[in-house]
């Protein structure tokens, strides 16, 4: 049963709509008079180990709705990767506030701390719930069909190459575009969604399901370029060879790591201009640019999926009933049905924590360098209504006079 003190917090890259996760959980734990207060971690799990909290208890509904219509994370965030002692450490905070439930909003890495955190609370036979809620742009947590966050990230990725689109039918060259995507390109693919023309780019859209390769990336950038005299592609910063080794780390000769020991990708835009290099090298075309979107498509003002919003609010609200009316632990997962709808169903922390969801090879062409009409269908409801549709000039040409 839910009562007594509450806590939430989030934890990972922020997003468009991870405040409406927020907003959900306390606005839904507030109605329920066995609930005492709602305290809020600041920064994650590193704020709950500091003892940042803040009572939500005292904030109004308004500014509450507000803060849900705000992108970025409202508490913070952190990326703190938290071993069994950091989990102990967490439980230890928890029982001294005398928390009894705890909603971490996050994905792969908040999901396996709620399950550890979960198990250290068993052990002492102290009652706690831990239910973990969805979110990751990257849309790569198993169980779910998409996760809240997505969408959004999604529309950006699709309007921006979209964009790209335009400028680049106006001064016809070569573009580079890459993504966030480690292991998933499911944010990449849905460049896709810019397309209306049959000429449109991205022409060329490379993930980390598949292997990438130089001399045929080079290859299809040729042929794309004698066709249409321009080519437009798209890029998952987590593209590799065929040993399984980062393309940035083939072609440079130093590589950056973070935190946790992993080579960073799109973070330094690397990866765009060493595909540039290449192309400029290996092809002697003269205009080529690449861009690296970086921060920009997790957290945009403006561009936001209202059907990601909707969805968001619900898992949150979802946490809060299911911490009320179900005994256990869980993560909150949302499942398709129908053409378009969803249900939202509680799976144990096991089923989530610690592992990736990949696009499944029939979202992806066979020479691997496009997407498949499945993924379009797939992807297109999550990014909401309101598209923008770009449209250019019929060619009507006027017969030529002086030259032959």
């Known amino acids: 049963m839910l009562q007594g003190k509450v806590l939430v917090a989030q934890g990972g890259g922020p997003t468009a709509v ?7 959980v306390v606005i839904e734990a507030r109605k329920f008079s066995s609930v005492t207060q709602v305290y809020g971690a600041y920064h994650g799990v590193r704020g709950i180990v500091d003892e940042d909290f803040v009572d939500l208890t005292q904030e109004t509904t308004h500014n509450l709705e507000l803060v849900a219509k705000t992108p970025s994370s409202a508490l913070g965030s952190t990326r703190d990767k938290p071993d069994l002692k950091y989990c102990q450490n967490i439980f230890k905070v928890l029982k001294a506030h005398e928390i009894s439930t705890f909603f971490y909003i996050g994905g792969n890495d908040s999901s396996d701390t709620s399950r550890i955190v979960a198990e250290e609370a068993e052990k002492a036979n102290y009652r706690l719930r831990c239910i973990h809620i969805p979110k990751t742009i990257d849309n790569d947590l198993v169980v779910n069909d998409h996760t809240p966050g997505f969408g959004s990230a999604a529309r950006f990725v699709a309007l921006a ?35 209306k023309f049959n000429d449109d780019g991205p022409h060329l859209i490379y993930l980390p399901e598949s292997v990438f390769d130089i001399d045929k990336f080079l290859a299809s950038v040729k042929h794309v370029y004698e066709k249409h005299g321009r080519c437009i592609i798209a890029v ?26 992993n080579i960073q990708l799109s973070g330094t835009g ?17 205009r080529v640019r690449g861009d690296t979107f970086g921060y920009l498509q997790r957290s945009y003002l403006g561009c936001v999926s209202d059907v990601d919003q909707r969805e968001a609010r619900e898992v949150g609200e979802k946490a809060v009933q299911y911490a009320r009316w179900r005994e256990t632990n869980g993560s909150v997962c949302i499942h398709r049905s129908g053409f378009y709808s969803v249900e939202y169903h509680l799976h144990d922390l096991t089923e989530v924590a610690g592992k990736t969801k990949v696009m499944p090879p029939e979202f992806i062409t066979g020479d691997g360098n496009n997407v498949t009409d499945k993924f379009l269908m797939y992807c297109r409801p999550l990014l ?15 017969p030529k006079i002086l030259t032959p």
């Open 161 to 195: 190459f979209a964009g790209a689109n335009l400028d680049n039918r106006s001064l016809p060259g070569i573009y580079v575009g890459v993504v966030m995507g480690r292991h998933a390109g499911f944010l990449t693919a849905a460049a896709a969604l810019g397309r």
């Open 384 to 398: 909401g209504s309101g598209m923008p549709d770009a449209f250019h000039l019929r060619n009507y040409q006027v």
């Open 270 to 286: 690397a990866l765009a201009d060493l595909l540039c290099d290449q192309i400029k090298e290996k092809l002697g075309y003269k």
């Open 236 to 261: 998952s910063e987590g593209i590799h060879n065929a040993k399984g080794e980062p393309i940035v780390s083939t072609l440079m000769k130093s590589v950056e790591r973070d935190d946790h020991g």
């Open 18 to 24: 991870i405040n409406e996760s927020l907003a959900g």
